[in-house]
Structures are given as structure tokens and as C-alpha cells.
């Protein structure tokens, strides 16, 4: 069965340290997108990439980056982690094709960063 | 700048009532807007997609409505089971993209 991963599900790391999580998926899907979840904020967009190669902004994408150099992975790179930055990390992804479920996002399990 | 909002409040209905969930949205024309249900450590999960055009959608014991006039969706689930108690997520999209903005989730409670 199709699905979509993330690893780790749960990381500790330091101020300051590069953290990346990965998000792996066998959908087939084209669009991939990274969110981070906070308490009374709900689900904030950080990335998305529509295809290989290709990758946008969000809402809050501000010390974060990502990079697609296949269909199947969308890796989510903290470039220096702040507390700020202690959250719960979701990926998901969902197809290009207009049909009945437009837009129906498939997301993975969650990956819960604290930075200390 | 654009806005959900759905009732922070938890619900808290019994077993076999109607539960009726809102999401209201400012500064936003969607194209189509989502329902998610998300359980305790646990990712998102697709439960219905209603478009602007349409009015009413239903699945099994799920109703959705939406009123472009009002920026506003009604999300029903009839003859409720503590099963169905989770939080639950609006989320709109526009034509030409496939991103959408989330709400903040309703938590709801059934109560057997």
C-alpha cells in the first residue's frame, strides 16, 4: 500500500544545530508540503514543491529550507534550530489532477522537534 | 490578511445527537474547502471536499455545507459515536493551486 513516512517521529537537538527531517513518500504524488503545528495555531504552512525541482515559500518558512530532487522526498532542512522552532512537523503531499477529492492532502505520521 | 476561524472551545455532545461544527473564513474567495479529522500523535485525515458551487455534500453520517454569502461551513455528524470524538480541521484552497490554510481545529467529545 501507498503511503507516505517521516523520520525521525521524535528529535531533541541544541540551539544552533542543523536539523533536518524527512519526509518519504510512494504515492507517486507530485505536490509535497511541509507544515509545523502549535498549540491554538493549527496547521502552518513552511514549504511546498509542485515537482522535482521546484520549491515555494509558505507562511512561516523563515529559517527553514527544503529541496526536491525526486518525486518521492521532500527533506526539511532547519538551518540553525531555535527554540522557536520546538514543534510538532508534519509532511504531506496530494495529486496534480483536478478530480472529485481536489486537493486531498495525505499526511505522515508527524515528527516532534524540541529544541533545547 | 486571510483568516479561519473555527471554535477553539471543545464540544462536548452525547452519544447518538447530531454534532455540528463551524468554520468561518475572512479576506479569502476558496475554490473548494476540506474537512480533516485528526486523532491524539496522529496526522490529518481527508474526510470530505465541498466546492464553492455546490451547497451540500454528505458522506455516510457526514454533512457539510457551505455558505459563500456567510464565508461560513457546517460541518454535521449525525447519530454521533464516542468514536467519532477528535479534533477536526477546516481547510480552504483556491483554484490554480493545490495549497490550502488550515483552521485551528475543533475538539469534539462524545460522551456514550
Known amino acids: 500500500d501507498a503511503e507516505i513516512t517521516q523520520s525521525p517521529r521524535h528529535k531533541i537537538t541544541e540551539t544552533g544545530r542543523q536539523v533536518t527531517l524527512a519526509c518519504h513518500q510512494t504515492?507517486?504524488?507530485?505536490?509535497m508540503f511541509w507544515y509545523r503545528q502549535d498549540l491554538g495555531h493549527g496547521l502552518r504552512l513552511i514549504h511546498y514543491s509542485y515537482g522535482v525541482q521546484d520549491t515555494n515559500k509558505g507562511e512561516v518558512s523563515d529559517g527553514y529550507s527544503v529541496s526536491r530532487s525526486n518525486t518521492e522526498d521532500l527533506p526539511l532542512t532547519l538551518e540553525s534550530a531555535a527554540s522557536s522552532q520546538t514543534s510538532v512537523y508534519f509532511c504531506?503531499?496530494?495529486?496534480?489532477?483536478?478530480?472529485?477529492?481536489?486537493?486531498?492532502?495525505?499526511f505522515g505520521p508527524g515528527t516532534r522537534l524540541t529544541v533545547l | 490578511s486571510q483568516k479561519i476561524e473555527q471554535n477553539s472551545e471543545a464540544l462536548n455532545i452525547q452519544e447518538g445527537k447530531t454534532a455540528t461544527l463551524t468554520c468561518n473564513y475572512t479576506n479569502y474567495s476558496p475554490a473548494y474547502l476540506q474537512w480533516y479529522r485528526q486523532d491524539p500523535g496522529r496526522g490529518p485525515v481527508f474526510l470530505l471536499l465541498i466546492r464553492e458551487n455546490e451547497k451540500e455534500k454528505r458522506k455516510e453520517r457526514l454533512k457539510v455545507t457551505f455558505d459563500t454569502t456567510l464565508k461560513q461551513s457546517l460541518f454535521h455528524i449525525t447519530a454521533s459515536q464516542p468514536a467519532d470524538s477528535a479534533t477536526y480541521l477546516c481547510?480552504?484552497?483556491?483554484?490554480?493551486?493545490?495549497?490550502?490554510?488550515f483552521g485551528a481545529g475543533t475538539r469534539l467529545f462524545v460522551k456514550a
Open positions: 481547510a480552504l484552497g483556491h483554484t490554480g493551486g493545490f495549497k490550502t490554510i
Open positions: 504515492w507517486n504524488h507530485n505536490n
Open positions: 504531506a503531499s496530494s495529486e496534480s489532477k483536478k478530480g472529485a477529492n481536489l486537493g486531498e492532502q495525505f
